[in-house]
């Protein structure tokens, strides 16, 4: 079973939508969970991080963990063209491994 | 501080050369982390060093790729006999760890194999 999990699209979605990003994970130990935006051709720049499970909101973005079915999710509220990127997923802690990504176009 | 810094940002070489990326990542960081990535893929772990000490070299994709971080602050990496397959962006984070390790990435640098 792969660390994380995560459907790569791509999404596409018209300007103002709610956009629901997911990940799964295989290990339970793991407290952070971070999402990282990747811009075209830039690295990936954190986005939001939460510990362990609960949502964190910060602006039109919420990040959702439940441990329980080891699912994290980043939703994005009134989504805008700048929105458009890949979206990584991290949960592990020293030897850091990411999704696969999730490319997302907003489409004004 | 500039934030972490990758060169040189493109190489174009020829089949069986070797090429060497430098990374210089945040001063106050003590985790150094390489990556490949290819076109659509998320970044895909090769090695990281925790001051000097690599802790994970595993993941190196053939024994053709080397990492090294001889005094706890810049990084190497170095493909020796390049292959076409080895066209990718290889990128390198820096982090502090603690809490969270959260990573901070260069803008990476691409290699065309030809």
């Known amino acids: 079973q792969k660390e994380v999990e995560q459907d790569p699209g791509p999404l596409s979605v018209p300007e103002g939508a709610i956009v629901s990003l997911n990940c799964t994970y295989s290990?339970?130990?793991?407290?952070?969970f971070m999402w990282y935006r990747q811009y075209s051709r830039k690295g990936p720049e954190l986005l939001m991080y939460?510990?362990?499970?609960g949502n964190k909101e910060d602006g039109r973005f919420t990040a959702q963990v439940d441990k329980s079915s080891k699912y994290i999710s980043l939703f994005i509220r009134d989504s805008q063209p700048s929105d458009s990127a890949t979206y990584l997923c991290?949960?592990?802690?020293?030897?850091?491994?990411f999704g696969p990504g999730t490319s997302l176009s907003v489409i004004p | 501080d500039t934030g972490v810094s990758q060169d040189p940002r493109h190489k174009i070489t020829k089949r069986g050369q070797n090429v060497t990326f430098r990374c210089d990542p945040i001063?106050?960081?003590?985790?150094l982390y390489w990556y490949r990535q290819t076109l659509g893929q998320g970044p895909e772990f090769l090695t990281y060093?925790?001051?000097?000490?690599?802790?994970?070299k595993s993941r190196l994709l053939s024994d053709r790729f080397s990492a090294e971080r001889p005094k706890g602050s810049f990084s190497t990496l170095e493909i020796q006999r390049t292959e076409q397959g080895d066209s990718a962006m290889y990128l390198c984070?820096?982090?502090?760890?603690?809490?969270?390790?959260?990573?901070?990435f260069g803008a990476g640098s691409r290699l065309t194999v030809l």
């Open positions: 984070a820096s982090s502090f760890a603690s809490g969270a390790n959260v990573l901070t």
């Open positions: 290990n339970s130990a793991f407290q952070y």
């Open positions: 939460t510990y362990s499970s």
């Open positions: 991290q949960t592990s802690y020293d030897k850091v491994i």
């Open positions: 001063s106050e960081h003590n985790r």
């Open positions: 060093f925790q001051n000097e000490a690599q802790l994970e």
